[in-house]
């Protein structure tokens, strides 16, 4: 399996400070500008300045908070309306702020007169909070652009460990394949139909073993197919298998053509049904019946994999999930992102089921 830890994906690491730190930053750079160029540079510095100026920030501050809750509202409509309501916005919120300061000023210096200088503390104040409402979606459209590119590198990093996981099951079933005791038993069964004069079966099941070892070995590592095409597999695999095993494996598919476009993840089934022919086939002598159903529950394909074969409860082995379930878990969580269902029950008190649901979805691409 590839570690998804190691994957060399370029992505440029998005470093932001919050927004509450930037615009604290921000007030403190125009409280040392205004102390520097105002203050220090037209006249005798006093205490009182400096607390003037920390006063204005703090109130220039606090009416940050309702110009960028009604920002959001600004920001609806057409681009002359969005227009005329920022500007209006930036001009009401600048008009509150300088009104709000001067008086302060003149509390704190009694004989200034400088209400006559309202035009020039008025451009002030509007710029300052042009500004910050430019500052404000600025940071608002980085903050989306890094958010986004984040949500692209979770999709990536979890298509890369869906095909990862795929082709673990690839390999998985191509270990299984080659096993000296499937291939001994098949071999066999064919040797004991040709000995015994059937040739037409014998035919029949070398056919059957070359169009399983060819649509699992020579296939590409689709990480999503139809179900049709899964189900083409899985009777491949079962037709080899009721070979060897005659009346003992018995096989019921029930899919109706409705479904039969939608894309489900490459070898998701094969490794529920091995291990409901290694519990329920090989666990009994009596017949066992594997049935494979897929239906719509609430807009989601179900699909039920059942079996007939000796309870869970006396078999503390079919109870685990073995690496095939837990590989069948990992890959449905990965490639559905924890939208799904998964789970191995004894539905009755004869009857074994497996169940998968995931959403329905004919529009993904399987190459």
Request: charged share 20%; proline share 3%; net charge negative.
């Amino acid at each position: 399996m590839i570690d998804i830890t190691k994957q060399q994906v370029e992505h440029p690491k998005a470093v932001l400070l919050p927004w509450r730190a930037i615009q604290l930053l921000g007030w403190l750079l125009y409280c040392v500008v205004t102390f520097l160029s105002l203050t220090l540079w037209y006249g005798d510095p006093q205490w009182l300045h400096v607390i003037q100026i920390a006063i204005e920030a703090l109130l220039g501050s606090a009416l940050t908070i309702p110009l960028g809750l009604a920002l959001k509202y600004a920001a609806l409509g057409n681009i002359t309306w969005r227009t005329f309501m920022h500007l209006l916005l930036v001009a009401t919120i600048a008009a509150i702020w300088n009104i709000m300061r001067m008086y302060m000023f003149e509390i704190l210096f009694p004989g200034s007169n400088i209400w006559e200088e309202f035009g020039g503390w008025y451009f002030a104040s509007f710029l300052i909070f042009a500004l910050w409402t430019a500052l404000f979606y600025s940071i608002r459209a980085y903050s989306e652009v890094a958010a986004e590119q984040e949500r692209a590198l979770n999709e990536k990093l979890r298509r890369i460990t869906a095909e990862s996981l795929s082709r673990d099951a690839q390999l998985q079933m191509l270990r299984y394949q080659i096993n000296p005791h499937f291939i001994f038993n098949t071999m066999n069964s064919i040797n004991a139909l040709v000995a015994t004069d059937r040739s037409k079966e014998a035919r029949k099941m070398i056919n059957q073993f070359s169009s399983f070892l060819r649509i699992t070995l020579e296939g590409d590592e689709q990480l999503f197919v139809t179900l049709a095409e899964e189900v083409e597999t899985i009777e491949s695999y079962l037709a080899v298998e009721k070979m060897r095993f005659n009346e003992r494996l018995q096989l019921e598919i029930n899919i109706a053509d409705e479904f039969a476009n939608i894309s489900v993840p490459s070898l998701i089934l094969q490794p529920i049904v091995e291990n409901a022919i290694r519990h329920g086939v090989e666990g009994q002598r009596k017949p066992c019946l594997i049935t494979i159903t897929a239906s719509n529950q609430k807009d989601r394909l179900l699909i039920q994999i059942t079996n007939n074969g000796p309870p869970l409860d006396s078999n503390k082995e079919a109870r685990r999930e073995g690496v095939g379930l837990q590989n069948v878990r990992s890959r449905l969580d990965t490639v559905y992102n924890g939208d799904f269902e998964f789970s191995l029950q004894q539905a009755t008190s004869e009857i074994v089921e497996a169940r998968i649901s995931i959403p329905i979805s004919v529009e993904r691409t399987t190459s």
